[in-house]
């Protein structure tokens, strides 16, 4: 089974940027469409980003259009996630998630379909 790791979590004032990278190890990311999910104070999970296969395809929950950007290197077997812009409400745990390997649509998959979880990296935005 797959096994992800994030990292690049930390503390920022409001208005700066992080990166986040996710890195899979014991089987590679080629086929498995990635996502990233956050769970903020007070607040349920969310997909907050999600990327095809082959990077082609992505999407963002609303909060964050404009302000994120997912993005995968294959051949690293890692998946980022750029914040800029970043929001007092982005504080949170930040999770790099994996379905299992398959073409399908990656808009097609539900939440749990993502079924390879990292333990989170924690974002902190200070005002």
């Known amino acids: 089974r797959v096994q992800v790791v994030e990292s690049g979590g930390g503390s920022v004032q409001a208005g700066g940027s992080l990166r986040l990278s996710c890195t899979a190890s014991?089987?590679?990311?080629?086929?498995?469409?990635m996502a990233w999910f956050r769970r903020t104070p007070g607040n349920e999970r969310e997909r907050v980003a999600i990327?095809?296969?082959?990077?082609?395809?992505?999407a963002y929950v609303d909060s964050v259009k404009g302000r994120f950007t997912v993005s995968r290197d294959n051949a690293q077997n890692t998946v980022y996630l750029q914040m800029n812009s970043l929001k007092l409400e982005d504080t949170g745990m930040y999770y790099c998630?994996?379905?299992?390997?398959?073409?399908?649509?990656?808009?097609?998959?539900?939440?749990?379909?993502?079924?390879?979880w990292g333990q989170g990296t924690r974002v902190t935005v200070s005002s």
């Open positions: 014991r089987h590679g990311i080629l086929s498995r469409c």
């Open positions: 990327i095809s296969q082959r990077g082609g395809a992505t």
């Open positions: 998630a994996a379905t299992v390997p398959g073409w399908r649509v990656c808009s097609d998959y539900g939440d749990d379909d993502y079924v390879y």
